[in-house]
C-alpha cells in the first residue's frame, strides 16, 4: 500500500458497507456504482476510483486517490495501517488529524465514531493511546467540540458554551479558550465521555424541539510530557466527523438550512484548500477561511501528520462523485481527474469557495471559461477601472520599495524585479492549472475599457491580472502566514503595509462603487435602462463590443465618433457568446444571434450586478428572494465585495441557473407592460 511519501496529507477513500437494512436488489445495483483499480505496474501505488456501471458503459469519471478501502474492509484493518502510524507519531511529539468527510450518510460518523460493537476509528486509538500512555506514564485528556454554523462548543463541559480560538501568529501555535480538557485513564471512561456525549446532544435536540442541526464533531487527545497533572502538552490526535456535504442545488428545505448547508460546504471546502496547499507545497495556506482550519491550524501545518478519509456511498449518490473529485484534488495538490470523465463531471470540478476579496481573484485567475465570458467579466470590471488605479499605485510602490530578504534556493527571485516574479509566477500557474483563462484584467481595462479583446489581448491581461494576483498574494504570504514557511520571500514592513493599504484601497472603492446600497434602483429599472442602451447599440454601428476587421485592429479609445457619420457599411466583426469572431456584415442571422446572445449576456450581467449591490429592501423585491435569502446575500457581499460573478455562483444562495433563468424571463416580460 502506497504512503503519501513526503507529501503531507495522505487522502484516501473508504466505501461504505452494505447495511443490513438495505434490499438485496440495492446492494447488487450499487454495487455496480464504484469499482476501484489499482494500476498494475504502476509504482506510484494510487488507485482509481470510478463512478457509473462500467458494464453498462456508462462511466462517470475516475479520480486518483493514495488508496481506497472496499466496502468488506473495516475500521479494524483502516486502522492497523493508517492511523497506528500516526499515533506513534504522535508519541514523539507531533500533531495528528484524521478528518472523515463525504456526503450525507456515506458512513462518516460509522468510521470515526463507529457503531455497537464495531469501534470506530477514535475509539480504537484510544484505546491504542491509553496503553502506550499507561507503558510510558504519560497522561491523557481529552476534549470535544462541535462546530455549528460557524461557531465552536464546547462538548464536554455541562453548559455548553462557545469556544474562541486565539491564534499565537509567532509559533503557529492555538489556543482554544473555553475548550475543556478531561484526564482520561480508561476506554470506558473515553466511551462515556465521548460517545454518551454525543448521543445526549442529539437527545436534548428531541426533548427541546430544536430542529436537527448538522455540524461538524471534534475530538482531540492530549498526550502530556508526563502523568502530573501541571505536565506540559506534548502531541495531539484530532479526529474530525464532518458534517454531510450536500449540493445546495437538491435541498428543498427552507432558507435556514440552506444557509446552514452552504456554512457546511464552504468549510469543507476552506479544509480542502488547506490540505491542497499543504500538499502542493503553497507558500500561502488559507487557514483563516474557516473556523474549522483555524482549529486545526496547528495540527494541520507545520510538521503535522495528516489523514483525509473520504466516505463514499456505495449507492448512487452524486455528492459522493464530487467528494472524490474535491479529495483527489487536494491529494497531489493538483487536480487528478483522469480524462475519461463525462462533461457533467467535468462542471463538477468548481473553484473552491473563498472568502476574501483578494482570494477571489485568484480564483478567478485560475478558473477555465470561454472567453465570451472572459469579455463580460473585463466589461464588467470596467466599473472598478478607478479604484484599481489607485489601488495599483499604492501596489507598484508596495513592490518597487521591497528588498530581497531571505529566499529559498528554488525561489531565489529578486522581489524588486516584479516582472521575473511574474513570469516565474505565470508559468508556476499554467503548470499547476491546466488553463489560466477567466480574468479580472484590471490593467487593460485601465487603457481599454468596454472593448473587445483577441484571443491574444485576452492573454496579455489574463496574465496582466495573474502578475498582480500572485504578486499580491506573494506579499501577503508575510501578512498571514509568515511563520509557516521560512522560505517565504519577505517584505519589509513599509512594503506590507503598503499592500494591505492597496488591497484595502481596492475593496473600499469596489464597495464604494459597487455596494452603493441606497441608490440601488430596482432591477426593472436598470433593466429598462440596459434595453434603452441595447436598442441604441442595434440603431448605431459601432458597439462596444464590437471590433474593427482584423487588419485595422486599434485599440485606442472606446468609440470612434467618425463612425457615427452615415456611410456604406463596413464588415464589422462581432466576438459572440461562443468566442467566435462574426462577420456582422455578411449574415444578418449571425449577426442578430450574435447580438441577442451579447444581450443575454448583458442581462445576466446586470442581475448579477444587482445582485451584488442592490440593498436588502431592493433584493427583497426579485422573485424567489425573500428574507433570508436578502440577508445571506450581505453577509456573502461582506465576506467579498462581489460574490456572483458567473450564473453558477447563485448556488451559493441555492438557486440553480434555470430558477434564475425564469425570473428574469418574468422582469423582461414585465419591461414590454
Ligand atoms: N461500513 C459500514 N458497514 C455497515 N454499515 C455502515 C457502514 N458505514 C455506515 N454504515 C451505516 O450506514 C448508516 C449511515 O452511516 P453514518 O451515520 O456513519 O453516516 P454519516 O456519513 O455519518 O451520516 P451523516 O451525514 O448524516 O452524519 C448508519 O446506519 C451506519 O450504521
Not at 473585463?378 to 510602490?397: H, I, M, T, Y
Not at 521575473?420 to 485601465?446: L, M, N, P, R
Not at 517565504?488 to 492597496?502: F, G, H, Q, R
Not at 441555492?654 to 414590454?672: D, H, N, P, V, W
Request: aromatic share 6%; with cysteine.
Amino acid at each position: 500500500m502506497g504512503r503519501n511519501r513526503g507529501r503531507k496529507a495522505r487522502v484516501i477513500a473508504k466505501i461504505k458497507g452494505f447495511t443490513d437494512l438495505e434490499p438485496e436488489s440495492v446492494n447488487e445495483a450499487s454495487g455496480k456504482w464504484i469499482s476501484v483499480h489499482r494500476p498494475k505496474g504502476d509504482d506510484s501505488e494510487t488507485v482509481s476510483v470510478s463512478f457509473g456501471d462500467e458494464s453498462t458503459s456508462s462511466r462517470k469519471g475516475s479520480y486518483e486517490l493514495d488508496y481506497c478501502y472496499d466496502r468488506s474492509e473495516g475500521n479494524d484493518l483502516i486502522f492497523s495501517k493508517e492511523v497506528k502510524p500516526l499515533i506513534e507519531d504522535v508519541f514523539n511529539g507531533y500533531n495528528a488529524t484524521v478528518v472523515a468527510y463525504g456526503a450525507r450518510g456515506s458512513g462518516k460518523t460509522f468510521t470515526i465514531q463507529g457503531s455497537e460493537g464495531k469501534p470506530g476509528l477514535a475509539v480504537l486509538a484510544m484505546a491504542e493511546i491509553l496503553s502506550i500512555a499507561e507503558e510510558s506514564s504519560k497522561l491523557i485528556a481529552i476534549s470535544c467540540y462541535e462546530i455549528l454554523k460557524d461557531h465552536a462548543y464546547d462538548h464536554l463541559a455541562p453548559a455548553r458554551h462557545e469556544v474562541s480560538i486565539l491564534e499565537d501568529d509567532a509559533h503557529g501555535k492555538i489556543q482554544l479558550k473555553g475548550l475543556s480538557q478531561v484526564p482520561v485513564k480508561s476506554i470506558e471512561e473515553f466511551q462515556k465521555l465521548y460517545l454518551s456525549n454525543q448521543n445526549s446532544h442529539k437527545q436534548s435536540q428531541k426533548i427541546i424541539a430544536e430542529p436537527h442541526h448538522r455540524s461538524h464533531k471534534g475530538l482531540i487527545i492530549h498526550v502530556f510530557r508526563g502523568n502530573e497533572s501541571n505536565a506540559l502538552p506534548f502531541g495531539k490526535m484530532n479526529f474530525v466527523d464532518l458534517a454531510g456535504y450536500e449540493d445546495a442545488k437538491r435541498k428543498s428545505t427552507g432558507s435556514d438550512n440552506l444557509l446552514e448547508n452552504n456554512k457546511i460546504n464552504k468549510s469543507i471546502y476552506a479544509l480542502h484548500n488547506v490540505v491542497y496547499a499543504l500538499n502542493a507545497n503553497e507558500r500561502y495556506v488559507p487557514y483563516r477561511e474557516s473556523k474549522l482550519t483555524r482549529i486545526l491550524r496547528d495540527s494541520l501545518g507545520g510538521t503535522s501528520k495528516i489523514l483525509m478519509i473520504t466516505c463514499l456511498n456505495s449507492s448512487f449518490c452524486q455528492d459522493s462523485m464530487y467528494m472524490a473529485n474535491l479529495a483527489s484534488r487536494s491529494c497531489k495538490g493538483s487536480s487528478k481527474t483522469i480524462p475519461d470523465s463525462t462533461k457533467k463531471a467535468k462542471s463538477m470540478v468548481r473553484p473552491m469557495v473563498v472568502s476574501s476579496s483578494r482570494k477571489s481573484r485568484l480564483v478567478s485567475a485560475t478558473t477555465s471559461k470561454p472567453i465570451g465570458n472572459r469579455v463580460r467579466v473585463l466589461e464588467n470590471k470596467a466599473n472598478v477601472k478607478a479604484s484599481a488605479l489607485k489601488g495599483r499605485k499604492l501596489f507598484d510602490e508596495a513592490c518597487h520599495s521591497t528588498k530581497p530578504k531571505k529566499v529559498s534556493q528554488k525561489e531565489s527571485l529578486p522581489l524588486e524585479n516584479v516582472s521575473t516574479i511574474t513570469e516565474h509566477a505565470i508559468q508556476k500557474e499554467e503548470k499547476d492549472s491546466s488553463s489560466i483563462s477567466e480574468v479580472v484584467v484590471s490593467h487593460t481595462q485601465e487603457h481599454f475599457p468596454l472593448q473587445a479583446f483577441s484571443a491574444e489581448e485576452s492573454d496579455m491581461a489574463v496574465k496582466a491580472t495573474t502578475q498582480e494576483t500572485k504578486i499580491l498574494d506573494k506579499v501577503n504570504v508575510t501578512d498571514e502566514d509568515d511563520n509557516h514557511d521560512k522560505a517565504t520571500p519577505n517584505i519589509d514592513s513599509n512594503a506590507k503595509a503598503l499592500s494591505i493599504e492597496a488591497d484595502q484601497t481596492i475593496d473600499k472603492e469596489n464597495n464604494l462603487l459597487l455596494v452603493n446600497k441606497e441608490a440601488s434602483p430596482p432591477i426593472s429599472a436598470r433593466l429598462q435602462e440596459l434595453s434603452n442602451n441595447l436598442k441604441l447599440l442595434y440603431s448605431s454601428t459601432p458597439s462596444c463590443v464590437e471590433i474593427p476587421p482584423k487588419t485595422d485592429v486599434s485599440f485606442e479609445g472606446q468609440v470612434s465618433t467618425e463612425a457615427l457619420e452615415p456611410k456604406t457599411p463596413e464588415p464589422r466583426l462581432l466576438i459572440n457568446d461562443k468566442s467566435e469572431i462574426v462577420d456582422t456584415s455578411c449574415n444578418s442571422w449571425k449577426a442578430f444571434s450574435a447580438r441577442s446572445s451579447r444581450m443575454k449576456n448583458s442581462l445576466v450581467d446586470e442581475y448579477l450586478r444587482f445582485l451584488n449591490t442592490a440593498s436588502k429592501e431592493d433584493l427583497k423585491r426579485l422573485k424567489g428572494i425573500g428574507e433570508k435569502r436578502a440577508t445571506y446575500i450581505l453577509e456573502l457581499r461582506e465576506e467579498s465585495p462581489e460574490p456572483f460573478k458567473d450564473l453558477d455562483d447563485l448556488k451559493e444562495i441555492g438557486l440553480s441557473a434555470k430558477q434564475i433563468k425564469g425570473i428574469m424571463k418574468k422582469e423582461i416580460g414585465e419591461l414590454y407592460n
